[in-house]
């Protein structure tokens, strides 16, 4: 019997949801999910590494994690004293050398979790006090908090390509330095999980001072900056008696510092939002006393928005600085003039941004998450450039919180831009999914993930870095297979063959699948193994199948998410021009040669989700087993040298249209040869008749 081919390649467009599965164009897809298009073909989404390879396993997430070092043991290996800020809690972590201790539970104090062999390990979590006695001798000992990733930024310097990564979480700033994490400053900040860190760098009282201004636009820890060696608070007096609290933005425009969106004291008394202010310092430096104030010609001054919608974010773009709005932008146009250096301008009347975060900018335009789109600024128009996804956008700006924690970035090597987005329809605290886009060829992907900042650390290229909600940080790298260990298991109980984990703010829901790694004392059984998940709460879950455990669980283990892939093809039909049904006989798929790498490949018939894998094994009608191997058949000996090759999968699926699945089932997710294994289609040739009319 001959049967039509037909060459679907190359696979450029990426998710469409603009049209109903059938319309869509053949290259395109209705669902991607933890993979994305890049350069004519589908591949696996991009994988994390801790943020020094270097060390074994179990050591690299405590130079990944967000830490503060107390002190060094004395001779006898002890230490004590009172942990930093004002939060205290299960999930926080100590480690000494490669001995991590973990806070299990509430006490005044309680026994930490010990993976080594301490004589004392004792946490207060009301008082924060922490005894250590019996370590290691003259051995440092680190503070992991435990707190949200609240933002990233880079501290410039004079000298070239000297641009020091620094963190924040939702108390304390970290540099990352000698490969590891450590406090910077002893300042406290008190901001919520919300409240994320926009900070620039600027000059001081002298022009070559090196200041960094940051701000989480949270009145009571106001406007801060770091010069190096300390955290100082400023609040500008802009007239005598009366200052500038905070503010949503800092840029430094024109020699100029600006406050955008303003929190300030005023003449009856208490302080006052002003969400549509821009607040500028004199020409020069912003320290000195009266460097913004406005009752003094030459210095500063502030000019409000035409307009009653509050500032949200804004960049500079070809030396224009662009102010996006809740449902409008515009541009603060710089004038020369010293007595009224800016003057407003507006862009577009309907399209601005409402995730102060969620700006990425390029050469001809800068992309904004908005109230009804993704938006893209050249400077003369704003513009939706989602159409494909026309309704993504209302799927995560449905709370008033999920719009300040969407955060995005450029992945320029592999021209991508990520942006962490919240989901409604589970009900999560933070963002646990990324929006893909490849600007490249203007398609669309989602990944399931947690995070919740992302940066980059400049020092040799533009290396994308994340964090997430437990403190974790990591390496976003497309050449790796697998996430990060990013989650601290807290504890691990069993009970009549149920086990459970204890992760705070795990971000899990029912049906994912995590890889459990590093678990000392016992549940030893439970390593390197992959698990599906039911979910207890926000702080737990329990693992489906798991293995019988021994012993008690002493620490240290950590549990990754496994990303699922999960790719649904448009519904194809070559013959509804002429009003005839089609049978699906066999595909050829073209596929980068793995080690382990396979997948699960299903149809469906007639716009319907039945699966005739199912069908056919049940009947016994299936021919094969319908797995799509990505490695190289024993018995065609030529393939162990090529890097891709056709593999054939049969169906035999008839309908008015016919729908493919390419997915992990759970015996392969479950596998971790498999599931960390690589993925990536270059093609297919369909084998397609036309049957019966309609």
Known sequence: MAYDKFLIAPLNEGVRSD??????????????????????????????????????????????????????????????????????????MFSIGAVVFTVNALGTPAVMLDSGSVTTHTYNTTTGAYVFAGAAATTDVYFYPGEPVMGFTNYETSNL?????????????????????????????????????WAANYRGANSYDELLFATNFNEADGIRYWDNSTWTTIAPEYLSGETIESC???????????????????????????????????????????????????????????????????????????????????????????VLPFVWQQINIELGAESTFSIVPFDKAMLAIGNTGVHACNGVNVERIDSKIPDAVFDFHDTTDSVFRVQGIRDYKNELVYWSIPNKDHVDVFPSRVLVYNYANNS????????????????????????????FTFKVDTGTN????????????????????????????TGAYVLIENCAGGFTELNDNIYQITKVNDDSFTLVNPPAVTGTYAGQGTCTLVSQVDILTKEYNFYTSVGDRTYLAQVDFYVTKTTNGQILVDSSPSSSTRSMVDDGTTSGAILGTNVLLTTAYASSPLEATQDRFWHTI?????????????????????????????????????????????
């Not at 992907?445 to 437990?470: M, P, R």
């Open 19 to 92: 049209l109903k599965p059938w319309l869509i164009p053949d290259e395109a897809f209705e669902e991607i999910n933890n993979a994305y298009t890049f350069r004519g073909r589908v591949r696996k989404r991009f994988g994390a590494t801790a943020m020094d390879t270097t060390l074994p396993s179990a050591q690299q997430p405590l130079s990944s994690r967000l830490r503060i070092k107390l002190g060094t043991t004395d001779g006898a290996g002890n230490l004590s004293g009172t942990a930093p800020g004002a939060t205290f809690k299960v999930g926080q």
């Open 161 to 197: 390509n000297e641009e020091f990564l620094y963190a924040f979480d939702t108390q304390f700033a970290y540099k990352f330095e000698s490969n590891a994490w450590d406090r910077v400053g002893t300042s406290v900040w008190t901001g919520s999980d919300t409240q994320f860190f």
């Open 248 to 338: 949503r933005l800092i840029i430094p425009f024109k020699d100029r510092l600006l406050f955008l969106n303003t929190i300030e004291t005023v003449i009856a008394g208490g302080t006052q939002a002003f969400e549509n202010r821009c607040r500028f310092c004199q020409n020069g430096s912003p320290l000195q006393s009266d460097a913004w104030r406005e009752d003094i010609a030459g210095k500063g001054d502030h000019i409000d928005a035409p307009i009653k919608q509050a500032i949200v974010s804004a960049l500079i773009f070809r030396d224009r600085l662009i102010v996006f709005f809740e449902r409008s932008t515009w541009e603060l146009v710089y004038t020369g003039n010293q």
């Open 444 to 471: 669309w992907a989602l990944n399931d993930d947690t995070i919740t900042a992302f940066g980059y650390s400049t020092s040799v290229h533009e290396q994308i870095i994340a964090g997430n909600q437990e403190g």
């Open 482 to 509: 697998r996430n990060a260990a990013a989650l601290q298991i807290t504890d691990l109980a069993e009970a009549a063959g149920v086990v459970t984990v204890t992760a705070i703010d795990h971000n899990l829901n």
């Open 650 to 694: 049969y169906f035999q699926t008839e309908g008015e249209n016919t729908q493919m699945r390419l997915y992990l089932d759970d015996t392969m997710m479950t596998d971790p040869d498999i599931a960390l294994s690589y993925f990536e289609l270059h093609g297919m040739v369909i084998y397609a008749m036309k049957t019966h009319t309609f």
